[in-house]
């Protein structure tokens, strides 16, 4: 977008930035992002952000907002390199949007979207089945064998040391078990991806939370090899596939 096409900004709008894409991307018509706003972008040389006009005085940070900024973003990983910017980027002017991010950030952003063309990001997350992982700590460790077999029949109030103890000894069983996993996921992924990142778990039971940097050429490899791990899992585990997705994973951008 040239000086010549844009709108005069008004004290009653900022500017949303949802992420940095090469220049000659286009939005689709009707394209919308958070609060329901119309997609455009933004261009200076040959980086481009894409942006949305919002009311300063509404505040953003709905649950809905949220998933739009990375519907966006991941929709438009399919067909282009893109650089998220974390959730909540605003600006004052659609020129700050170029004098104050792309301009002197040009370089870096060209060069980071030249290093992901062709490449979209994958998650995988897995879950432990609870009763097998039980069942598996149980045969494994003595320790906790032997606390169960104390606490079976007992009254909570009187058996509160002992549950607390095996409660102690799951935990970190299933955090050895969840460490393991994900190194020989990676490992076995690894020769289909170009990075790696391993997320933090989110639920007590995460088996593997990871994230993977795959090129367009490689994917139906990746998702097969992701397919015989799940075949590999089953009735320990269930994992999950997500993606194609934005590279969250794998860049750094201003915030």
């Known amino acids: 977008m040239t000086a010549s096409e844009r709108e ?3 004290a009653d709008s900022a500017w949303y930035v949802y992420g940095i894409v090469p220049a000659d991307v ?3 018509a009707g394209v919308r992002g958070v609060d329901g706003r119309e997609v455009r972008v933004v261009r200076h040389g040959d980086v481009a952000a894409l942006v949305s006009e919002i009311d300063p005085k509404v505040r953003l940070g709905r649950p809905d907002d949220l998933l739009a900024h990375e519907r966006l ?3 438009a990983a399919v067909d282009a390199p893109v650089l998220p910017l974390r959730f909540g980027a605003v600006m004052t002017t659609e020129q700050a949007v170029v004098d104050d991010l ?3 950030n040009h370089q870096g952003f060209a060069d980071a979207l030249a290093n992901l063309e062709g490449r979209v990001e994958y998650v995988v997350k897995g ?3 609870e009763r097998a992982v039980l069942a598996e700590v149980v045969r494994e460790n003595a320790e906790a064998a032997r606390l169960r077999e104390r606490i079976r029949d007992r009254p909570e109030a009187e058996s509160h040391q002992d549950r607390v103890r095996l409660g102690e000894l799951v935990y970190q069983e299933i955090e050895a078990r969840r460490q393991a996993a994900t190194e020989r996921l990676v490992q076995d992924l690894s020769p289909y991806c170009v990075a790696s990142a391993v997320r933090d ?5 995460d088996a593997v939370h990871a994230a993977f940097l795959v090129e367009d050429a490689r994917r139906p490899e990746f998702e097969e090899a992701v397919a015989t791990a799940v075949r590999k899992w089953e009735g320990r585990a269930e994992l999950r596939l997500l993606g194609p997705l934005a590279p969250w994973d794998f860049v750094v951008t201003p915030g």
């Open 102 to 104: 792309l301009a002197p």
């Open 8 to 10: 005069p900004d008004r």
């Open 127 to 129: 879950r432990f089945d």
């Open 26 to 28: 286009e939005t689709a």
């Open 73 to 75: 973003l991941d929709d």
């Open 201 to 205: 778990p989110t639920h007590h039971l």
